[in-house]
């Protein structure tokens, strides 16, 4: 029985075998790599999205509710076109704040 | 670098062991064993990858295991924690590559990566057998360095890599068929057909 025998892959075999042979010195690699450890994440992207997301869905609702229900936007709109600063103007700013942070904040842990 | 010593009171413990107390109790002597234990490996595999680039080859090892600390709760154990690392390892080689938009092994980077071996350790063969590796893609290239140097299966070749199982084998094919052309000389006598 013939065996054909690539001389390409007993080369590269030869090779690998003396370089997975061969050990790299760690030389303070382990402990740069420790020192460079930060916290783990404790909880992942996807639960912290829906966390942040949870949060300002119900700060929304709450602001909506505790400043007159449906017509809080329409009253911050008209309030802000005006040039008044009202409590729905107030807390539509602290909304867009809001969102703002939540967004920079999920753009972050990306 | 300090003297400070890492507690080697690991040692004794499986790759799973170790992982098991990072995951319970954020334990860094346990990961400090998994790095001191895989080092080694990761960082001889990415020179291969950038050509003997060292410095290049140590920050992307670096930031391996500092990624396979901060994501380890997404470790299934569907592989092993060397062949998960070399994925790790190669979305980070792939990411400096693009952000530095340069092909990492050049003429330059084997020069390198032969200076800093001593001459007689380089025989004329292992020599020409880089030098035909420098003709190759970087797909191609990355896979002799998987399936051989990591002594890693076409499976786990095409998890590390993130391509299909026949496209390893169609890269290895390549591979050595360039390899070969480019090494024609040392065919020796007989070799293809030797009698068993």
Same mark, same amino acid.
């Given at each position: *029985?013939? &065996?054909?025998?690539?001389?390409?892959d007993?080369?590269?075999?030869?090779?690998a075998?003396?370089?997975?042979?061969?050990?790299?010195?760690?030389?303070?690699?382990?402990?740069?790599? =420790?020192d460079?450890?930060? /916290?783990?994440a404790?909880?992942?992207?996807?639960?912290?999205f829906f966390i942040?997301?949870?949060?300002?869905?119900?700060?929304?609702?709450c602001?909506?509710?505790? $400043?007159?229900?449906?017509?809080?936007l329409?009253?911050?709109? *008209?309030? &802000?076109?005006t040039?008044?600063?009202?409590?729905?103007? =107030? $807390?539509?700013f602290?909304?867009?704040?809001?969102?703002?942070a939540?967004?920079i904040?999920?753009?972050?842990?990306? | 670098?300090?003297?400070r010593?890492?507690t080697?009171? #690991?040692?004794g413990?499986t790759?799973?062991?170790?992982?098991?107390?990072?995951?319970?109790?954020?334990d860094?002597?346990?990961?400090? %064993?998994?790095?001191?234990?895989?080092? #080694?490996?990761?960082?001889a595999?990415?020179?291969? *990858?950038?050509?003997?680039?060292?410095?290049?080859?140590?920050d &992307?090892?670096?930031? $391996?295991?500092?990624?396979?600390?901060?994501?380890?709760?997404?470790?299934?154990?569907?592989?092993?924690?060397?062949?998960?690392?070399?994925? &790790?390892a190669?979305?980070c080689?792939?990411?400096? =590559?693009r952000r530095?938009? %340069?092909? /990492?092994?050049?003429?330059?980077?084997?020069?390198e990566?032969e200076v800093t071996a001593p001459e007689?350790?380089?025989? !004329?063969?292992?020599?020409?057998?880089?030098?035909?590796?420098e003709?190759?893609?970087?797909?191609?290239?990355? =896979?002799?360095?998987?399936?051989y140097y990591?002594?890693?299966?076409?499976e786990?070749?095409a998890y590390?890599?993130?391509? /299909?199982l !026949?496209?390893v084998?169609t890269?290895?094919?390549?591979a050595?068929?360039?390899m070969?052309?480019?090494?024609?000389a040392?065919? /020796?006598?007989?070799? %293809? !057909?030797?009698?068993?």
């Amino acid at each position: *029985m013939n &065996i054909i025998r690539d001389p390409i892959d007993d080369m590269l075999k030869g090779d690998a075998a003396q370089h997975r042979d061969s050990y790299v010195d760690d030389d303070g690699f382990t402990l740069r790599v =420790v020192d460079a450890l930060g /916290p783990r994440a404790s909880i992942s992207t996807a639960m912290r999205f829906f966390i942040l997301g949870g949060i300002t869905l119900v700060a929304t609702l709450c602001v909506a509710f505790l $400043s007159g229900g449906g017509n809080f936007l329409v009253d911050a709109a *008209m309030d &802000i076109a005006t040039s008044t600063m009202t409590q729905a103007a =107030v $807390s539509f700013f602290a909304l867009v704040a809001t969102l703002i942070a939540v967004s920079i904040a999920t753009a972050h842990d990306r | 670098m300090s003297e400070r010593k890492l507690t080697g009171a #690991s040692a004794g413990y499986t790759d799973s062991d170790l992982i098991g107390r990072v995951l319970l109790r954020d334990d860094r002597n346990a990961f400090a %064993e998994l790095v001191r234990r895989h080092q #080694s490996q990761l960082r001889a595999s990415l020179r291969k *990858m950038t050509g003997g680039n060292m410095a290049m080859s140590d920050d &992307i090892a670096q930031e $391996s295991f500092i990624l396979a600390w901060r994501n380890i709760k997404s470790f299934r154990y569907e592989a092993k924690f060397s062949t998960w690392l070399y994925r &790790i390892a190669f979305n980070c080689w792939q990411s400096e =590559v693009r952000r530095k938009h %340069e092909v /990492p092994m050049d003429g330059n980077a084997i020069h390198e990566a032969e200076v800093t071996a001593p001459e007689s350790d380089l025989t !004329g063969v292992r020599r020409d057998l880089l030098r035909a590796m420098e003709d190759l893609n970087d797909a191609e290239r990355n =896979v002799i360095v998987q399936c051989y140097y990591n002594d890693l299966s076409h499976e786990e070749a095409a998890y590390v890599l993130g391509m /299909p199982l !026949g496209t390893v084998k169609t890269h290895i094919l390549k591979a050595r068929e360039k390899m070969r052309a480019k090494l024609a000389a040392y065919r /020796p006598h007989g070799s %293809e !057909g030797v009698a068993a």
